[in-house]
């Protein structure tokens, strides 16, 4: 008879991966392939200092992972990550990846794609002649490229852009790739700007109103960015004026200078500005980002009550996309100390207000209002469901979530959670995790694994039909449970994560790579 100690069976929920890597935080953890890691880079990364990792660290990891990764991955990662995960450094770099690698025929695809403005352009080109690609010169095709960018533009497009950039400026870019101008306002235009000889009477109107109007401010403040007014002595009629006249996104970020300029002591225009932060087909067009709201909210506490309620209606507005999953749900939410690090990193004098913690308890807010039979769990050091009123807007539930945060000490214990559901023999179809994934109490589990990769196998014993989705909002290559059938390892903070998480519980199959590869070209 053979020896049954010596050949047991091994149930299948204690066969358990052995963790290959430690992570920044010092815990176990299951390192990503170079494609997937580039993908959570590229939605989360800023190349600003995070807790656990600096901005030259960061910049190391990306360039290791691109030399590992082809292509054409690159190219759609770089667009998911601005069109989807909205956002703008890595985006731009791994374009410039491109350019040093001489795809022309990928950096003609995806060039408008990623270069929607100025500032993208700005980084664009400041990421290439620092030669941190390995390459300081655009080449021809990509000189081109700028160049049919720029004189693509209308003369006002152009100058109104040009406004607020810095090292470089426009004018720095186009004395590197010497556009020709189509037209004679444009020849006006770009000796204007790089302080050459030119025809004032061929300049667009615009231009002609401001050099007017920085002579003599009498009359009314051309419709230009503030930012290029501010020496101008203005009065607190042209403040009204210039913020009636504000684009939407404009005014969302400029709310306190307008507060301190007297715009908001006009009780009528006042309500015409809220009206406008508050409209549907504004926010909409304008992709609004729900943390970038969020922020504005925190930096706008003292603005008009009219301001404060219009922001909190955005608020609702832009997360409309949150979906409604069949099913009981849980969300967990990492209320630890490494979460009240800043969101996109530190980066000086300008760094934000918002938190990691932040943004997980808006986003659990945000999955709270439309799924209002969800549960609520915060953990770091210790594990506990959180009440919540699903009735309340989102923004008052981010703020409650947030600030429930000094109650769980500051450790990271990932699998608290999934230990209280087993312990409590809890049902649910799906749970949601919401961290910095840098989970280090605990150690490793009783079969080899990471704590909470074998939590989940208990669970998952228990519920056969459950899925995990662990959505990652920092720029970290590594994760505490493995993606597989009934799990999802996704990254971001935009809008994007939500489709992938619906797609994914409600048809499954589908991890983070196979949904950036998905991008068509």
């Known amino acids: ?87 703008k450094d890595v985006p731009a770099y791994l374009l410039a990846v491109l350019v040093s690698r001489g795809d022309n025929d990928l950096v003609g695809a995806i060039f408008s794609r990623i270069i929607t403005n100025m500032k993208m352009l700005c980084n664009f080109v400041q990421i290439v002649r620092s030669g941190a690609t390995g390459r300081k010169s655009f080449g021809s095709f990509t000189r081109n490229l700028i160049r049919e960018w720029i004189t693509s533009r209308t003369d006002e497009e152009l100058f109104k852009m040009s406004i607020g950039h810095a090292n470089p400026s426009f004018a720095d870019i186009i004395k590197m790739v010497h556009p020709r101008p189509t037209t004679q306002g444009q020849e006006a235009l770009f000796g204007y700007l790089i302080g050459r000889n030119y025809n004032h009477d061929n300049l667009a109107r615009l231009i002609k109103d401001f050099e007017a109007f920085k002579k003599d401010n009498s009359g009314d403040a051309p419709n230009v960015p503030f930012r290029a007014l501010t020496n101008c002595n203005l009065t607190k009629d042209h403040w009204k004026k210039i913020a009636a006249e504000m684009p939407w996104n404009t005014l969302r970020m400029n709310i306190n200078t307008l507060q301190r300029n007297g715009v908001f002591e006009d009780a009528y225009l006042t309500g015409v500005l809220a ?120 923004v008052t539930n981010a703020q409650k979530l947030a600030q429930s945060a000094r109650h769980f000490g500051g450790g990271t214990n990932a699998e608290l959670a999934l230990q209280m559901f087993n312990n409590e023999k809890s049902k649910y179809d799906t749970i949601i995790y919401i961290s910095d994934n840098q989970s280090w109490m605990g150690g490793p589990g009783r079969w080899g694994g990471t704590g909470m990769q074998e939590q989940w196998n208990v669970f998952k014993k228990n519920n056969p039909k459950a899925k995990l989705v662990c959505v990652d909002i920092q720029p970290y290559g590594d994760s505490q449970v493995q993606d597989s059938a009934s799990c999802l390892n996704v990254g971001g903070f935009s809008d994007a994560v939500w489709k992938v998480i619906a797609d994914f519980v409600r048809n499954g199959g589908t991890n983070f790579v196979e949904a950036v590869d998905s991008v068509e070209l």
């Open 275 to 394: 009206g406008k932060l508050s409209n549907k087909e504004a926010i909409r067009k304008n992709n609004a980002f729900p943390y970038q709201l969020l922020t504005t909210y925190q930096n706008t506490l003292d603005a008009p009550r009219e301001i404060s309620l219009a922001l909190q209606d955005a608020m609702e507005i832009a997360t409309e996309n949150v979906p409604s999953l069949d099913g009981k749900v849980a969300v967990c939410i990492d209320l630890s100390g490494s979460m009240s690090s800043p969101i996109t990193g530190n980066r000086g004098s300008v760094t934000t207000k918002t938190t990691c913690i932040d943004v997980a308890s808006l986003m659990a807010a945000c999955f709270a209002r439309t799924n209002q039979t969800c549960d609520l769990v915060g953990w770091a050091s210790i594990c506990a469901r959180i009440q919540l009123n699903t009735r309340d807007s989102v």
């Open 1 to 87: 008879m053979v020896n049954k100690a010596l050949f047991k069976t091994t149930p299948a929920y204690q066969r358990v991966a052995t963790p290959d890597t430690v992570n920044a935080a010092g815990g176990s953890a299951y390192k990503f392939g170079d494609e997937h890691a580039l993908c959570q880079y590229v939605v989360t990364g800023t190349f600003n200092g995070t807790f656990y990792a600096t901005e030259g660290e960061q910049l190391e990891a990306v360039k290791k992972l691109v030399a590992n990764v082809n292509s054409f991955l690159i190219a759609k990662a770089a667009v998911y990550g601005h069109e989807s995960g909205k956002m």
